[in-house]
């Protein structure tokens, strides 16, 4: 028993300690009106004070009003302190679940929260935008009607999650996601979303390069395999000898170019940028019209136009063999008696340096792929014209490490401009 009890107990005893001798020395009547009239008095007193703690727990907002007098100060205190503290606690709940939820939006990876029947909890903002929800409507609806794409709602019905599902969203298929299925919290599941298609695509290119280069080496040595058994099981005259040894050369020829420009590919991916030298223009691009009229041998006008003043910052190694490339390129997609012209041109924005030619031009499809590995329009053409099909990944490689863009402009039939254009920064002002 507390001290407030035995108070209000103690009190009631007063009362008829009271009432009591009162009654026995007057009336028994008066004794009897002053005890009943002491106790209703003080039930008066706790029906007051309960009543207002039956108002107070309707709606238990931390309220200071609520004050008592005697028993109920205790209890009135102890109950608003507790609310106090339960209210605080609260708050600080609310405050680490807000964080929590903070952190599961800050995932770059996305998150689904799913329950048992893969109904949606929750879902991160990521996620959201990789699977097309939106966990305000969402919450509550099975993920299998929101992504509906057959090989998904079988992974969730097969239940075996030990491998991920690759999955490419209806809404973007050019993105890739990776989707993991992980129980928590017994029968619950995290489903974790991986945007993975920067390393799907490296992974598809890195495929397609190794079964390329294996397909261009395999072409020519089929051939000199060829021609070696031939040399060795028949007996051929001096002459067919001299002949198939050519071819022979040829093909080895062909090889070495393919390796050649490979380690080159090679060796500019994986070095550190180019130390810039100032490079030049007005000698290096009378090289490059004395090698257009060697390698074009007099049968296309070869013409250079220079505008403004001005040099390149830049390695010149590198760019010597970018701007070589462009210029054998045009000799070799020009027919003869056609032109080409080679470019320079110092502008206010940068710099331009570019290859114009009358030849055959280049159908708008496959402008953008031209500077993909091995990538040809015209695969028998460029055989024979002596190219590898990495001239132009190497010229984009070696001008990207220069801040340069390379910009093709072409006209089937008309003829093509292979335009490399450096920013301000690397144009040396002469
Ligand atoms: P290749 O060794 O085959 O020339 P490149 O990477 O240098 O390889 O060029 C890729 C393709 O781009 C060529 O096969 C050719 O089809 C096309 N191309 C390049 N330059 C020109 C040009 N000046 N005119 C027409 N087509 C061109």
């Given at each position: 028993?507390?001290?407030?009890?035995?108070?209000?107990?103690?009190?009631?005893?007063?009362?008829?300690?009271?009432?009591?001798?009162?009654?026995?020395?007057?009336?028994?009547?008066?004794?009897?009106?002053?005890?009943?009239?002491?106790?209703?008095?003080?039930?008066?007193?706790?029906?007051?004070?309960?009543?207002?703690?039956?108002?107070?727990?309707?709606?238990?907002?931390?309220?200071?009003?609520?004050?008592?007098?005697?028993?109920?100060?205790?209890?009135?205190?102890?109950l608003y302190r507790h609310e106090k503290e339960l209210r605080a606690q609260i708050a600080a709940r609310d405050h680490e679940i807000a964080m929590l939820i903070a952190a599961g939006q800050a995932l770059t990876d996305g998150v689904v929260l799913l329950d048992t029947q893969y109904q949606i909890l929750f879902c991160n903002r990521t996620a959201e935008d990789q699977l097309g929800l939106k966990v305000v409507t969402d919450r509550g609806?099975?993920?299998?009607?929101?992504?509906?794409?057959?090989?998904?709602?079988?992974?969730?019905?097969?239940?075996?999650?030990?491998?991920?599902?690759?999955?490419?969203?209806?809404?973007?298929?050019?993105?890739?996601?990776?989707?993991?299925?992980?129980?928590?919290?017994?029968?619950?599941?995290?489903?974790?979303?991986?945007?993975?298609?920067?390393?799907?695509?490296?992974?598809?290119?890195?495929?397609?390069?190794?079964?390329?280069?294996?397909?261009?080496?395999?072409?020519?040595?089929?051939?000199?395999?060829?021609?070696?058994?031939?040399?060795?099981?028949?007996?051929?005259?001096?002459?067919?000898?001299?002949?198939?040894?050519?071819?022979?050369?040829?093909?080895?020829?062909?090889?070495?170019?393919i390796v050649q420009d490979l380690l080159t590919l090679s060796s500019i991916e994986s070095a550190p940028p180019p130390e810039s030298t100032v490079v030049d223009m007005a000698s290096l691009i009378d090289k490059l019209r004395r090698d257009a009229?060697?390698?074009?041998?007099?049968?296309?006008?070869?013409?250079?136009?220079?505008?403004?003043?001005?040099?390149?910052?830049?390695?010149?190694?590198?760019?010597?063999?970018?701007?070589?490339?462009?210029?054998?390129?045009?000799?070799?997609?020009?027919?003869?008696?056609?032109?080409?012209?080679?470019?320079?041109?110092?502008?206010?924005?940068?710099?331009?340096?570019?290859?114009?030619?009358?030849?055959?031009?280049?159908?708008?499809?496959?402008?953008?792929?031209?500077?993909?590995?091995?990538?040809?329009?015209?695969?028998?053409?460029?055989?024979?014209?002596?190219?590898?099909?990495?001239?132009?990944?190497?010229?984009?490689?070696?001008?990207?490490?220069?801040?340069?863009?390379?910009?093709?402009?072409?006209?089937?039939?008309?003829?093509?401009?292979?335009?490399?254009?450096?920013?301000?920064?690397?144009?040396?002002?002469?």
């Amino acid at each position: 028993m507390n001290s407030q009890t035995i108070r209000a107990l103690l009190l009631a005893l007063l009362t008829a300690a009271v009432a009591l001798p009162l009654g026995y020395f007057t009336e028994a009547g008066f004794g009897w009106l002053l005890f009943s009239g002491g106790l209703a008095l003080q039930l008066a007193f706790h029906l007051l004070y309960l009543s207002r703690l039956e108002h107070w727990s309707r709606a238990p907002i931390a309220d200071p009003s609520l004050e008592g007098e005697g028993a109920w100060d205790g209890v009135f205190r102890r109950l608003y302190r507790h609310e106090k503290e339960l209210r605080a606690q609260i708050a600080a709940r609310d405050h680490e679940i807000a964080m929590l939820i903070a952190a599961g939006q800050a995932l770059t990876d996305g998150v689904v929260l799913l329950d048992t029947q893969y109904q949606i909890l929750f879902c991160n903002r990521t996620a959201e935008d990789q699977l097309g929800l939106k966990v305000v409507t969402d919450r509550g609806l099975p993920i299998v009607n929101l992504v509906r794409q057959p090989e998904f709602m079988a992974y969730l019905a097969n239940e075996d999650f030990n491998t991920p599902l690759t999955l490419r969203p209806e809404r973007n298929q050019e993105r890739v996601l990776s989707i993991y299925v992980v129980p928590y919290a017994g029968n619950r599941r995290l489903m974790q979303v991986k945007d993975v298609t920067q390393a799907d695509r490296l992974d598809r290119m890195r495929r397609d390069f190794v079964a390329n280069v294996s397909h261009e080496l395999r072409t020519p040595l089929t051939v000199l395999a060829g021609f070696l058994e031939t040399l060795q099981e028949i007996d051929v005259d001096r002459d067919e000898r001299q002949r198939y040894l050519q071819m022979m050369a040829e093909q080895s020829d062909r090889m070495q170019a393919i390796v050649q420009d490979l380690l080159t590919l090679s060796s500019i991916e994986s070095a550190p940028p180019p130390e810039s030298t100032v490079v030049d223009m007005a000698s290096l691009i009378d090289k490059l019209r004395r090698d257009a009229e060697a390698l074009s041998a007099g049968r296309h006008e070869i013409a250079v136009e220079i505008e403004g003043q001005g040099d390149l910052y830049g390695a010149e190694p590198e760019l010597v063999s970018a701007f070589a490339n462009l210029v054998a390129n045009a000799v070799r997609y020009t027919p003869n008696g056609g032109k080409v012209t080679l470019e320079w041109r110092v502008l206010p924005g940068g710099a331009e340096f570019a290859v114009r030619d009358t030849g055959i031009g280049i159908a708008p499809e496959h402008i953008p792929r031209l500077t993909e590995r091995f990538y040809r329009v015209d695969r028998g053409r460029s055989r024979d014209a002596g190219g590898t099909g990495l001239g132009l990944a190497i010229v984009k490689h070696s001008l990207n490490r220069h801040q340069a863009r390379l910009v093709i402009t072409s006209k089937p039939g008309e003829g093509s401009r292979f335009a490399a254009r450096f920013p301000p920064e690397r144009v040396a002002v002469v």
